[in-house]
């Protein structure tokens, strides 16, 4: 598999898209006055106190007050409060030494949510979901700082490797590796990333999210909630920092600024990999070059289709998003049962993709061709199980119905990505109605007299094809008696660009003539 990342900066923002395979698979868009990413801290107030859900709003700026459940609060919340409090009131510049920071007992995982935040105290939150709808974004206290390969977790000594590390001798030189380096006070989880690599490699990305935690200290320094505390880094660097792999060939950025600071986080995580990244010079869009665009308008409306002519209809309730498989004019054989799977398993590949392209969230139903073979069905189960495993939302996949649907639950993050493929009618301009063209015959005749009465010679009108026979069709047609009329040459042209009722006229040396 081929990785391509096209980055294009736009005033608006930046839109990256990820392609595998020279398929698009997932689209970020970064507004440039992005607030309440994901990742993002905050300094929060405590608002409200709800103990009938054991959850508490918490102020943090946005329009909409942020959601703090008390399974979110993390066990260390005393220290994270306690820290909190420290850290605003030391003196502005100031950090004092982390690693002798006492921390406090945990709290009980059944306990009350109005029993540890009494008083409604500033606390340091991080985002774990962007405001979707009418919520705010829901809200954590179990502080995480994801580097290439470790994240840091505050307030515990817990040193964790990745189960995606199956080798029992690697799994112990990575955990012996962390605990040698690690300081007091901050937990370490082992990546997949990180197998493989040095005792240096690890070793200096543990410093550098040492610093951000340092940052976010000085940070609190006298601040008042809400307020950000610390912004994830730029969409880009996030993406390459949890997705390069080997498989990564191509990195194409079309701004400078972007381009040197991407070329920075290359040479500082994967120095290898720079020779993949490149400046998209060329005039035209990056994304109509590298077929972005296409795929996009292709890949976004109610109906998607697919390259056998089956399709898929994606409907969204409040409730639950609802995927359609129809199979069109696919037959790849006599046998039903055999093109139903072969196009539930095509299906099925296409939605995984279109899951994460889409940010698809919550609860998916999808209505397959029905099968009547339990194997067939398992077969179907299984595949998808499969195409999912690339997907880093977590999600879960449900066996296939005796009604023939299948359950998706897939973890929200952030807003479902919509766009809008639709584009203005050219003829009506989205009335709905364009003028009669009954009378269009006469509307060319009263443009093309006057146009001679200011002396113009060697006319060409050009008009839909449809037009073009309707002027020019029998003897005499229109065309020859207007020629008779004036005395004069004049040519009909036809354009298929053109719309039914549209028609412009050009001089002897084919330049358009604007009409008032």
């Known amino acids: 598999m081929t990785k391509e990342l096209i980055i294009n900066a736009?005033?608006?923002?930046?839109?990256?898209?990820?392609?595998?395979?020279?398929?698009?698979?997932?689209?970020?868009?970064?507004?440039?006055?992005?607030?309440?990413?994901?990742?993002?801290?905050?300094l929060g107030k405590v608002k409200k106190l709800i103990p009938g859900m054991n959850a508490a709003f918490v102020d943090v700026g946005s329009e909409k007050d942020g959601f703090l459940h008390y399974t979110d609060l993390s066990p260390y919340i005393k220290s994270v409060l306690k820290f909190t409090n420290v850290s605003i009131n030391q003196k502005k510049g100031d950090t004092f030494d982390f690693s002798k920071f006492k921390v406090e007992p945990e709290i009980l995982k059944t306990g009350k949510i109005?029993?540890?935040?009494?008083?409604?105290?500033?606390?340091?939150?991080?985002?774990?979901?962007?405001?979707?709808?009418?919520?705010?974004?829901r809200l954590t206290c179990e502080i995480s700082l994801p580097g290439r390969y470790i994240v840091v977790t505050p307030f515990n000594d817990?040193?964790?490797?990745?189960?995606?590390?199956?080798?029992?001798d690697e799994r112990k030189r990575l955990q012996k590796i962390v605990e040698a380096v690690k300081p007091k006070n901050l937990g370490v989880i082992v990546r997949t990333a990180a197998e493989g690599k040095s005792t240096a490699e690890l070793h200096e990305d543990l410093l550098n999210l040492e610093k951000t935690w340092k940052t976010i200290q000085m940070n609190l320094s006298g601040a008042v909630a809400p307020t950000r505390i610390l912004s994830e880094q730029r969409k880009t660097n996030s993406i390459l920092r949890d997705l390069l792999s080997p498989d990564f060939n191509k990195i194409v950025v079309?701004?400078?600024?972007?381009?040197?600071?991407?070329?920075?986080?290359?040479q500082k995580i994967a120095p290898d990999k720079l020779d993949i990244l490149a400046f998209h010079s060329n005039s035209s869009e990056i994304f109509d070059t590298h077929g972005v665009t296409k795929q996009i308008k292709a890949s976004f409306g109610k109906t998607v289709n697919m390259p056998s002519g089956a399709y898929l209809i994606i409907e969204h309730t409040e409730a639950l998003h609802v995927i359609d498989v129809n199979s069109g004019y696919k037959s790849v054989s006599n046998n039903q049962e055999e093109n139903a799977l072969e196009t539930n398993l095509e299906a099925a590949a296409e939605i995984s993709r279109q899951l994460r392209l889409r940010?698809?969230?919550?609860?998916?139903?999808?209505?397959?061709?029905?099968?009547?073979?339990?194997?067939?069905?398992?077969k179907l189960a299984d595949a998808m199980e499969d195409l999912m495993k690339t997907d880093r939302a977590k999600h879960s996949v449900l066996p296939i119905t005796k009604f023939g649907l299948m359950q998706i639950t897939r973890q929200r993050m952030k807003p479902e990505?919509?766009?809008?493929?639709?584009?203005?009618?050219?003829?009506c301009n989205g009335s709905g109605t364009v003028s009669s063209t009954l009378i269009?015959?006469?509307?060319?005749?009263?443009n093309l007299n006057y146009l001679i009465m200011q002396k113009h010679k060697g006319l060409t009108i050009v008009v839909h094809p449809i037009m073009y026979t309707y002027l020019t069709c029998g003897f005499p047609s229109r065309k020859w008696k207007w020629m008779w009329k004036y005395k004069q040459r004049i040519k009909v042209m036809q354009d298929t660009s053109y719309h039914l009722t549209e028609f412009r006229f050009f001089d002897d040396?084919?330049?358009?003539?604007?009409?008032?």
């Open 114 to 137: 109005n029993e540890v935040l009494t008083g409604k105290p500033n606390v340091l939150v991080q985002i774990l979901k962007e405001p979707i709808a009418a919520k705010g974004p």
């Open 254 to 266: 079309n701004d400078k600024k972007i381009f040197s600071e991407t070329k920075t986080y290359l």
């Open 158 to 168: 817990i040193v964790a490797v990745s189960r995606k590390i199956h080798s029992g």
């Open 10 to 42: 736009t005033p608006q923002g930046v839109e990256i898209a990820l392609l595998e395979d020279k398929l698009l698979v997932e689209l970020h868009n970064e507004k440039i006055d992005a607030n309440f990413a994901l990742g993002d801290m905050y």
């Open 359 to 378: 940010d698809l969230g919550g609860i998916i139903v999808v209505d397959f061709i029905d099968m009547k073979l339990m194997e067939n069905k398992k």
């Open 440 to 446: 269009m015959e006469d509307e060319i005749s009263k």
């Open 417 to 427: 990505m919509k766009i809008d493929t639709s584009e203005l009618c050219p003829s």
């Open 509 to 516: 040396s084919y330049e358009e003539i604007k009409l008032q």
